[in-house]
């Protein structure tokens, strides 16, 4: 066996080994199962919780748990799949660097992962980044890196040139953290997509992203369990003028 060999089996052992112990801590806490979900001809097997509208009402019902914790980031919207699907689409740019925000199980980035983008997947719930490590372990990516990122920190270690996220705009008290953060996160030049189900009227947080941001929508539907479902679907980019937009101008005049 040659040494490049032995190194790749050592490597498959590892990720096996990883995998293995990730999903004995999941099953620890959570009575979960492997789906497939089939996006635009590509199929992710993505681990979800069994009968997760039954675990949630039962958590409700035994009252022990506050509603803001309830692990609704396990569930895979509507919107994550319109958001994937479009994210596919999307030419590869090499060096372009992706950051999915509250990803939840990661289906939306592992997916434009598959479809060869350089993506990096964070939210802030520690069980919802062992949900995502496993899916990407799982579907054979495991160069995805997996980030705990919280929207409060004051530091922003690295800047994205396009930063995504489906249905991350429930929680109105977070409005100003998810823009200030969006503001420090996106490279200049950058570009933002955002997904939500249209049911979900946020004008507050459009407000506070306006502040700052400009924005276009486009409104999709999807069929779903025999249910059509609108989606709203957001390209959002600093406004014009923008200092970090100024930064960008003056950096690429120095580099001239």
């Known amino acids: 066996m040659t040494v490049v060999r032995k190194k790749d089996c050592q490597e498959k052992v590892r990720l096996v080994l990883e995998l293995d112990d990730i999903l004995e801590r999941i099953n620890q806490k959570y009575a979960v199962e492997a789906v497939p979900l089939k996006i635009a001809g590509k199929t992710l097997n993505v681990l979800q919780i069994k009968d997760f509208e039954e675990y949630i009402k039962k958590l409700v019902d035994e009252g022990n748990v506050d509603f803001k914790c309830l692990p609704f980031w396990a569930k895979v919207w509507d919107a994550s799949f319109l958001l994937a699907y479009f994210l596919g689409k999307q030419p590869v740019v ?3 660097r992706m950051l999915e925000i509250g990803a939840g199980t990661g289906v939306v980035g592992l997916y434009a992962a ?6 990096t997947i964070s939210d802030v719930d ?15 990516l495991a160069g995805v890196k997996i980030l705990r990122l919280d929207w409060n920190e004051p530091d922003v270690q690295q800047r994205y040139d396009v930063i995504f996220g489906s249905e991350v705009v429930y929680d109105r008290e977070s409005y100003p953290q998810l823009v200030g953060f969006l503001q420090k996160a996106l490279a200049p030049g950058g570009i933002i997509f955002l997904a939500k189900n249209a049911g979900l009227h946020t004008p507050k947080f459009f407000a506070e992203l306006t502040k700052s941001f400009e924005l276009k929508e486009s409104v999709q539907e999807i069929r779903t369990d025999d249910e059509c479902q609108r989606i709203c679907l957001y390209a959002v980019r600093r406004k014009q003028g923008n200092p970090m937009d100024s930064d960008r101008r003056n950096h690429s005049a120095r580099q001239g």
């Open 114 to 119: 598959l479809c060869g983008h350089n993506v």
């Open 126 to 140: 520690e069980d919802a980044l062992l949900f995502a490590r496993a899916n990407a372990l799982m579907n054979g």
């Open 94 to 96: 090499d060096g372009r």
